[in-house]
């Protein structure tokens, strides 16, 4: 099992954050990420039906690649499905939620802290039940930001209506006068310079995406799932799409870096 890759997933370019952390972190580790942009974007989907898309892909990374341990690198698919991959299947499951959560709790300092998500990672709870779960001494707004998504895997991270779309969508936050904000989707990072124009400088943005990478690590020591660093030459890093595979080489390579040399089509 040592000499299986990591493998992950997403709805889209969103995870390719979480790539980034683990290949910097592990670069000694084979990866195999999965981004499933012919049924993007996730977060307006019923969570039944995001849950299902989870387990198939899951099923295609466990049982057909053989990876080693398996990250859902999508918060709403974390949502829908998470305790029931670890139920399923026989390797360590890695959500978004928690290592986030628990980056946002150390970073507040007055106590107000926000979250903002799709409309279905929002809408299940699963921050809100983790923060509480984490903290009682923390007052959490959770924000929904439809449009989001769609403007990354758009490649516009800056424009006048993203800017605009911000401080609609923002605006409760602000109010609140909230000190940390988790970015509740692994998409939501590439908006980071809109998102800190309309919170101000003084507001910490969260990404889950390293403290995501740490747990991948701590999961391989814990476990003996770990490749020795310069065991077995160097990684390699696969990447599959359901959709369209030259859009997704072009704005992977843009918002991952060269790793991404080309992909493959998987069609269900």
Wanted: glycine share 12%; net charge negative; charged share 25%.
């Amino acid at each position: 099992m040592r000499d299986g890759p990591i493998g992950m997933f997403d709805s889209g370019f969103g995870g390719l954050t979480v790539a980034r952390a683990v290949i910097d972190l592990l670069p000694h580790e084979d990866l195999v990420y999965l981004g499933d942009t012919g049924r993007y974007p996730y977060g307006p989907r019923p969570l039944d039906e995001v849950s299902r898309f989870a387990h198939q892909i899951a099923g295609e990374l466990v049982e057909r690649r053989g990876v080693k341990l398996l990250v859902v690198a999508c918060n709403t698919a974390s949502a829908a499905a998470l305790e029931s991959l670890r139920d399923r299947f026989d390797v360590p499951v890695v959500g978004v939620i928690e290592p986030g959560v628990t980056a946002l709790v150390q970073a507040t300092v007055t106590g107000r802290v926000g979250v903002i998500g799709t409309v279905g990672t929002i809408g299940s709870g699963a921050y809100q039940r983790a923060v509480a779960a984490e903290s009682d001494d923390v007052e959490l707004v959770a924000l929904a930001c439809p449009g989001f998504v769609e403007f990354v895997e758009r490649g516009e991270f800056d424009s006048e209506q993203v800017h605009v779309l911000a401080q609609r969508l923002l605006a409760p936050a602000k109010e609140a006068k909230v000190d940390a904000l988790l970015l509740g989707c692994t998409h939501y990072p590439y908006l980071a310079r809109t998102l800190n124009d309309v919170m101000g400088r003084d507001v910490v943005l969260v990404s889950s995406a390293d403290e995501t990478a740490f747990e991948v690590r701590r999961a391989l020591a814990d476990l003996g799932l770990g490749r020795p660093a310069g065991d077995g030459g160097d990684a390699t890093a696969t990447f599959i799409t359901t959709g369209d595979v030259n859009w997704f080489e072009e704005l992977g390579r843009r918002l991952l870096g060269p790793e991404l040399a080309r992909a493959e089509r998987l069609s269900w």
